[in-house]
C-alpha cells in the first residue's frame, strides 16, 4: 500500500520555540494533505487541508498564524507549530490523499511534547 | 454533512467474528463508507471501504444496508491485534474530500 511518512516522530522542545513536523508521500503525489491533532483518548481533529502550491484552508478555531502550513512539492507538507507553549503538546497525524477517489493514507503520527 | 454515529467501545472473544456498527442516516448518493482503525500512538490505518455493495478484502467484510443509512464492519476471527479504535467515516465530496472523523468504537479482544 503506499506510504506517508511523519519526521520527527516524537519532539520535546521548550515553550516560545517553534517546530517543524514534515510528511510525504513516499510513492505517490499528493496534491492534497491534511492535517490532524490528537489529544489522549479523544478522536483526530482535523486542523488543515493543504494544497499544493496554494494556501492552506484551515478549520474553524485553528490559529493559521500559529499553525503554518506549507505544501511546495506534491510529495511533501509541513506543519510548523510557532511559539509553542504546553497546551499545544498533541499527537500531530498526517494524512495524503492518492488518485481520483483519494485514498486517504495516514503518517505514523509525531508527538509534540511543549515543555 | 453526513455524520456516524458509534457505540462507544466493544467487546469480543478472540477467534469470534467482531461486528462494529455504524449509522450514517444523512448519508448522500455519492458517499463512500470508510472504514480505518488506529492502534495507540500510530496513525490511522485503512481497512476497507464502499459505496452500495457489500465488499470484502483480505482483512475484514463490509456489509451496507441497502438504504445505505448504516453499515457493518466485520472482522471474521479477531485476535488481540484487532484491539484498536475502529473510526467509520463518511468522505464528504464537496471540494477535497476531506476526512471528519467521528469518535470511534474502542474494541477491545480478550484472551
Known amino acids: 500500500g503506499a506510504v506517508v511518512s511523519q519526521h520527527p516522530s516524537r519532539v520535546i522542545c521548550k515553550s516560545g520555540t517553534s517546530v517543524k513536523i514534515e510528511c510525504r508521500s513516499l510513492?505517490?503525489?499528493?496534491?492534497?494533505m491534511f492535517w490532524y491533532r490528537q489529544f489522549p483518548k479523544q478522536s483526530l481533529m482535523l486542523m488543515a487541508t493543504?494544497?499544493?502550491?496554494?494556501?492552506?484552508?484551515?478549520e474553524q478555531g485553528v490559529e493559521k498564524d500559529k499553525f503554518l502550513i506549507n505544501h511546495a512539492s506534491l510529495t511533501l507538507s509541513t506543519l510548523t507549530v510557532t511559539s509553542a507553549h504546553p497546551e499545544d503538546s498533541s499527537f500531530y497525524i498526517c494524512?495524503?490523499?492518492?488518485?481520483?477517489?483519494?485514498?486517504?493514507?495516514f503518517g505514523e503520527g509525531s508527538r509534540l511534547t511543549v515543555l | 454533512d453526513a455524520k456516524t454515529t458509534q457505540p462507544p467501545s466493544m467487546d469480543c472473544a478472540e477467534g469470534r467474528a467482531a461486528n462494529l456498527p455504524c449509522n450514517h442516516s444523512?448519508?448522500?448518493?455519492?458517499?463512500?463508507v470508510y472504514w480505518y482503525r488506529q492502534i495507540h500512538s500510530q496513525g490511522p490505518q485503512y481497512i476497507i471501504h464502499?459505496?452500495?455493495n457489500n465488499e470484502t478484502n483480505e482483512m475484514a467484510s463490509l456489509i451496507i444496508t441497502e438504504d445505505r443509512k448504516s453499515s457493518t464492519l466485520i472482522l471474521p476471527h479477531a485476535t488481540l491485534r484487532d484491539t484498536a479504535v475502529y473510526y467509520c467515516?463518511?468522505?464528504?465530496?464537496?471540494?477535497?474530500?476531506?476526512?471528519?472523523f467521528g469518535t470511534g468504537t474502542r474494541l477491545k479482544v480478550l484472551a
Open positions: 494524512s495524503a490523499g492518492r488518485g481520483v477517489t483519494g485514498e486517504l493514507f
Open positions: 510513492d505517490f503525489q499528493a496534491t492534497t
Open positions: 493543504s494544497n499544493e502550491g496554494s494556501k492552506a484552508t484551515y
Open positions: 444523512t448519508i448522500s448518493g455519492n458517499e463512500y
Open positions: 464502499g459505496l452500495k
Open positions: 467515516i463518511v468522505r464528504f465530496t464537496s471540494g477535497t474530500y476531506k476526512y471528519i
